[in-house]
């Protein structure tokens, strides 16, 4: 390996280090509680290199919550080959391993500081708008969807966020019991407005 793809790598792998420990001050305390110093010290880095790869407090905010919506969508990609509810039984056990496995990353998107800055909230909704996408896609087999239904979706995906958080805080069911759950409550809100799913769940 050449030095500069060394240095490369190197500076890859201390900026994942650094994204993990501000996911875990932000997941844990509001934006305004946690300072450069305090990551830093965490990270076990001087204050400057922090500033060198992220420009500032905000920047740095900026920086996690991309990279953990990114991680988000990239792990829960649906496989097309598969029938809409065996694709979406697929994501949803993929989403919640993602938040068992990044917890600190997840909290530090849907609460906290997060939300309080508009262009982090618009990286999350962008986030949450292909999320959206991408159910709607599988329901209505690429054809535009009516009104009802895609607010039924959105209105379903902040359910999901809500369960997840709670259930990091109180993880007394398992993740299966949390994805049949999720998958219920869908089944239920698309019956309801006449857009049951195309397969019934087992």
């Known amino acids: 390996m050449s030095n500069k793809a060394f240095q490369r790598l190197e500076v890859t792998v201390r900026r994942e280090q650094l994204l993990e420990v501000g996911c875990e001050l932000f997941a ?21 290199l922090l500033y060198h790869y992220f420009g500032n407090k905000r920047g740095f905010l900026h920086a996690i919550v991309e ?6 969508l990239a792990a829960t990609k649906p496989d097309p080959r598969l029938p809409p509810l065996q694709r979406l039984r697929a994501a949803l056990d993929a989403y919640l391993d993602y938040v068992t496995t990044h917890p600190h990353g997840y909290r530090a998107i849907f609460r906290g500081g997060a939300s309080t800055d508009s262009q ?16 709607l896609t599988a329901l209505t087999d690429k054809q535009p969807p009516d009104e009802t239904l895609r607010l039924a979706i959105h209105g379903w995906i902040a359910l999901v966020i809500a369960t997840a958080l709670d259930w990091l805080e109180n993880p007394t069911l398992d993740a299966p019991a949390i994805r049949d759950l999720c998958i219920n409550s869908l089944t239920g809100i698309l019956t309801a407005g006449n857009h049951p799913l195309p397969v019934a769940p087992p």
């Open 28 to 48: 844990s305390r509001p934006y305004d509680e946690v300072w450069i110093d305090h990551v830093a010290a965490h990270a076990g880095v001087s204050r400057g």
């Open 67 to 72: 990279h953990e919506t990114a991680a988000i």
């Open 120 to 135: 982090v909230r618009a990286i999350i909704d962008a986030n949450l708008h292909r999320q959206e996408r991408r159910i």
